[in-house]
């Protein structure tokens, strides 16, 4: 299966953003891929945390997720919306949740995932404290993505920060996850330290494919964001990767060699709690 992860540098208009995630899919499906993942607030970077608050949506009714269904119906493709604002569960007027979307060519959303592991970060100069404005969701989700090869892929999905803890990433493997999502919006500073090694860990520890689409570049907010976007096999190996700004990364996904993988070392029987 051909995959493409989608990397932006977003900025503080919804409507901007949007255009330019069109353009990005675009070329994702003109170059052939079935799935496509886009970062982390692909729709918007704001200028404050709290601006996602006047930004939220009710999952399956808002501009946003309109936008995502039909976009995935025009270009017959699977999207992964990558996160957006959505309106907690019963509604906080001080926190949203940090969702991801996945719609099938269709335009019918088949999976939402709400972040679990929500960042903290403090080195004395930045600052960042996800829970300020986010609530932390709870429940891991998987979606089932019939290929055009006749296999079908079963799809875990995380967060940026979720990336930090292998247990949400063993559970999906135990529920026969083949292919790991990490939407993402990593800082440089800790991009540049852990991103690549973190994703490896998790596709061979999982022998799983990883879809990694991120933010990668110096926003309007001033915030820069690592980028590095990448698709690995389960074997550890980058497929290919974008280092910074925007632009697609696509890759073949093999099922066969997946398979294989797991045959020629079956770890995840080995299992010992």
């Given amino acids: 299966m051909k995959v493409a992860a989608i990397q932006m540098v977003s900025g503080t208009r919804i409507d901007d953003n949007l255009r330019d995630a069109h353009a990005l899919l675009l070329q994702a499906a003109q170059a052939g891929a079935?799935?496509?993942?886009?970062?982390?607030?692909?729709?918007?970077?704001?200028?404050?945390?709290?601006?996602?608050?006047?930004?939220?949506?009710?999952?399956?009714?808002?501009?946003?997720?309109?936008?995502?269904?039909?976009?995935?119906?025009?270009?017959?493709?699977?999207?992964?919306?990558?996160?957006?604002?959505?309106?907690?569960?019963?509604?906080?007027?001080?926190?949203?949740?940090?969702?991801?979307?996945?719609?099938?060519?269709?335009?019918?959303?088949?999976?939402?995932?709400?972040?679990?592991?929500?960042?903290?970060?403090?080195?004395?100069?930045?600052?960042?404290?996800?829970?300020?404005?986010?609530?932390?969701?709870?429940?891991?989700?998987?979606?089932?993505?019939?290929?055009?090869?006749?296999?079908?892929?079963?799809?875990?999905?995380?967060?940026?920060?979720?990336?930090?803890?292998?247990?949400?990433?063993?559970?999906?493997?135990?529920?026969?996850?083949?292919?790991?999502?990490?939407?993402?919006?990593?800082?440089?500073?800790?991009?540049?330290?852990h991103w690549e090694v973190l994703l490896r860990a998790r596709a061979i520890e999982n022998l799983a494919g990883v879809i990694a689409a991120a933010q990668g570049g110096t926003h309007e907010n001033g915030r820069r964001t690592w980028g590095h976007s990448m698709v690995v096999d389960a074997w550890g190996q980058v497929l290919g990767l974008r280092a910074e700004g925007a632009g697609v990364v696509v890759a073949d996904l093999d099922a066969d060699a997946l398979a294989g993988r797991r045959a020629q070392l079956p770890a995840l029987s080995h299992r010992r709690l």
Avoid at 51 to 80: S, Y
């Fill in 34 to 193: 079935e799935l496509a993942v886009l970062p982390e607030y692909f729709c918007v970077m704001g200028q404050r945390d709290t601006d996602k608050l006047a930004l939220q949506e009710l999952l399956g009714k808002g501009p946003i997720q309109d936008w995502l269904a039909a976009t995935a119906r025009e270009l017959g493709l699977w999207i992964v919306g990558g996160t957006l604002p959505l309106s907690s569960e019963p509604r906080d007027e001080a926190r949203v949740r940090n969702a991801s979307l996945a719609f099938n060519p269709q335009g019918e959303r088949v999976a939402c995932y709400d972040k679990i592991h929500l960042f903290q970060f403090d080195d004395g100069t930045r600052i960042y404290d996800e829970a300020a404005v986010l609530a932390r969701g709870s429940v891991p989700t998987l979606f089932e993505l019939p290929s055009r090869d006749g296999h079908t892929w079963r799809i875990g999905m995380s967060v940026c920060y979720d990336l930090r803890f292998p247990e949400l990433y063993r559970a999906y493997a135990a529920q026969g996850a083949d292919v790991l999502l990490v939407p993402s919006a990593f800082t440089y500073v800790t991009g540049q330290a």
